[in-house]
Every structure is written in C-alpha cells, then in structure tokens.
C-alpha cells in the first residue's frame, strides 16, 4: 500500500511548504533592510551599529548552533525541528517591534538567529529525501527562491507597513503570522520520508561523526570559505543597498521598496532557478560544474554590483543591478548540493550545518557590519555617500570567491561520493 510520503506528487508538495517556511525565513531578516533609516533614526544607530544588528547579532547563534540543530534533525526528525525553528523565530521577530534600545534589538535579533539555525540544513536534507540526484539541484535551487521571495516580501511589506503605520508594526505583523498560519500548516501538511531498514538504522550517527569526514576533504573548505567570501558581500549589500538607493536619489520608503522588490524577484527568482538547472545538465557529465558554474557567476557578479551603485540614474541602475541581483545567489542549488554528496546520505543535515556553520559566521557576522564599520570610517571623506563606496569596497569579495570556487573544481571530483538514499 502506498503512503501519504510516497504519493504522486507528494515531493512537490513538501518542496513547496519547505518555500514557504523559507520564504518567511528572508522576510524575518531582509524586513531589517528597508526600515533603516527609521530605525536608526528611533534608536539612534550608527551605521556600524546596526550592522552589528543586521548581521553580527543574527550570525552569532545562528551559525554556532545550525550544527547542533542539524544533528538533532538527523536524529529525530526533521520536519519537527524546521516547525520548531519557526515558531521561534517568528516569536523574536515580533519582539523586534518592541526594542527601545540597542541592547534589546541586539537580543532579539540573537534571538532570531537561534530560531533560524534550526530551518535550513534540515529543509536540504528533506529534500534530498525526496528528490533523486539527477533533479535535486533544481530542486534545491526551487527552495532556495525563497531567498528572493524573501527578500522582495520584505522589502515591499516593510516599506508599506511602515509607510502605513509604522516600523514595529511591520516586525509585529510578519512574526505573528508566522506562528499561528505557518507553522501549522506545515506541521499538518509534511512529513519526513520514512527510510529503509538499513538507511534508518544508520540514520542516527554518532555525534559528530561527520567532521572527520568533511575535514578530510579540500572540496568541503574550498567550498565552504568560497560561498562564505560571497555571502559577506551579498548579506552586506542585502541590508545597506536599500538605504543607499534611498540616499542617492532621495526616495521614500514605499519607492526603494518597489524598486528593490521588482529587482530582486525578476533577477534573483532567475538566477537561483536558473543555477540548478544548469548545474543538473553539466553536472551529469562534470561533477566539478556544481562550482564551476557559481565560480563563473561571482566573476560576472563583481563589475555588474559596482555599475549598478555608480550609475546616475534610477533607470540606469536598476538595469545593471538585474544581472548580479541574479547571478550572485547563482550558488546556491549547485554547491548545497556538491555539500550533501561530500559525506554519507544518512549524514546530510549534519553536512549542510557544517557548510552553514563557515559560510554565516563569516558571511552574515562579517558582511553587514563591516560594510557599516567602513561607512563610518569614509564618512569624513564621503559625506553621505560613504555607504555607497563601502558597498564598492565590498563587492571585491565576489572576486575571491570566484578564485576560490576555481580552486575546488577538481577536489570536488575527488571528494564526490555517489551514493543515495
């Protein structure tokens, strides 16, 4: 008899509730981004400040603790512990609408992170369940469009929410229907895929097994410090752009919000798509193509992002901000899944936690703040505009991760293992 798991389309449906919980995930985060300037003017923020709130604060627990978290998923479900994830997150982001201080946004957005570590080495691992290796990078990059879902739901419901009414309510609004419509809709809706006996018994590896495993291989760190270089300039320019475009054409809310949402889900709901399917094509043939293709991606990325911040006009920018507001979320199905296919199936989650562990701790705890930390520093020689050329700065970070992606391609040969669930 056929279970409700192994249904006919059942994996579309788990694939698309694990977009939507995703989706939630980058509007609880991205919703920072275009409520700056109000929030900075509330609380009295420097830029380097809120960069630590946009991004230190966040990565602190969230990286430290997506392994521990991914551990627990492979060993007692993960669907339980990505519904968890949410409504914890969910719960700090509301209480974000409450700070009155520094130190209370500080927690809060801590508080953040710890719900978020839970979601998303646990959703990879789902949907390698599901989904057989010739079509699991796209579907890795279907689930991974909820970074530019994200991204452009929260820069669109910030903006009016807060253009409405105010910035609290917006975290106020997004965090409470995440708990009481997302998570449990999710809850009754998916189900992890049961395993055979053999896989199942394997299912509960010994507590860090796995890290002699990556650590062994040169593609794991390759890989892992390449998406971290990228992840500092993109989680960077996600937070700082918005308020960059509002300053350099003196904008409201409502209008940088319209420009950064039709921006980012006409080129980055491309690009991450686009990613995997190229990735599942030349992959078949080239196993070194899942870091190949971000690698080319990144090299583009870099002059693209410093024409779209130096160009003159709104018309102007938003062109050249389409191509790398596409091409540097690229990576994302290819070399989520090059990480899974590094160490056994039954180890996944723990594979992904480790990969997430090096690429936000740096990426998200560097990016944010250390464009903030050099706006302050360029502000007595730039004036306003010195957010702008700490974005420039920042781009280059897109270069070394195309070096570094370059240097991985034939360690990604050697490391590949075949096997599946």
Not at 87 to 113: D, H, I, K
Not at 227 to 242: E, F, M, N
Not at 397 to 421: D, H, M, N, P, T
Request: charged share 10%; aromatic share 10%; proline share 6%.
């Amino acid at each position: 008899m056929t279970t409700g798991t192994e249904r006919p389309g059942y994996p579309r449906l788990v694939l698309a509730m694990l977009l939507v919980v995703y989706t939630f995930n980058w509007i609880d985060r991205q919703i920072l981004g275009i409520l700056a300037k109000p929030i900075q003017a509330d609380l009295h923020l420097s830029d380097a400040e809120f960069g630590a709130i946009g991004g230190t604060a966040f990565a602190l627990l969230y990286s430290v603790l997506g392994v521990p978290l991914a551990l627990l998923a492979d060993r007692v479900g993960k669907t339980r512990v990505i519904a968890a994830s949410l409504v914890v997150w969910s719960a700090f982001t509301t209480l974000c609408g409450m700070a009155t201080s520094l130190g209370q946004m500080f927690l809060f957005r801590l508080g953040v992170g710890v719900g978020e570590a839970g979601g998303v080495a646990p959703s990879y691992a789902l949907i390698a369940d599901y989904y057989p290796l010739e079509r699991r990078a796209r579907a890795l990059a279907i689930y991974s469009m909820g970074i530019p879902i994200g991204l452009a739901c929260g820069v669109l419901l910030g903006s009016y929410i807060a253009a409405l009414v105010d910035w609290r309510f917006a975290f106020k609004a997004v965090g409470i229907v995440g708990i009481i419509v997302v998570a449990p809709l999710f809850l009754l809706l998916v189900r992890d895929r049961p395993q055979p006996a053999p896989v199942a018994t394997a299912s509960r590896p010994p507590l860090f097994a796995v890290f002699p495993i990556l650590a062994s291989k040169p593609a794991f760190w390759l890989m892992a410090f390449g998406a971290a270089c990228s992840s500092t300039a993109g989680y960077g320019l996600a937070l700082w752009v918005p308020k960059i475009l509002m300053t350099r054409f003196n904008w409201g809310l409502i209008t940088a919000g319209q420009f950064m949402g039709s921006l980012l889900l006409a080129g980055g709901a491309t690009g991450v798509f686009l990613g995997g399917v190229l990735a599942d094509r030349l992959g078949k043939g080239d196993r070194g193509w899942y870091v190949k293709l971000p690698a080319f991606a990144w090299l583009i990325t870099a002059p693209t992002f410093a024409l779209g911040l130096l160009s003159p006009s709104p018309t102007l920018a938003w062109i050249c901000l389409l191509i790398p507001n596409g091409l540097n979320i690229l990576w994302l199905g290819p070399i989520t899944t090059a990480v899974q296919h590094l160490a056994p199936p039954h180890m996944r989650a723990t594979a992904s936690g480790a990969f997430l562990l090096i690429n936000n701790l740096i990426g998200l705890g560097l990016g944010p703040w250390l464009m903030g930390a050099m706006s302050v520093a360029l502000k007595a020689q730039y004036g306003d505009d010195s957010l702008r050329y700490a974005a420039l700065i920042g781009v280059s970070f897109y270069l070394v991760a195309a070096v570094i992606g370059l240097c991985a391609v034939k360690a990604l040969r050697r490391g590949w293992i075949e096997a599946q669930a």
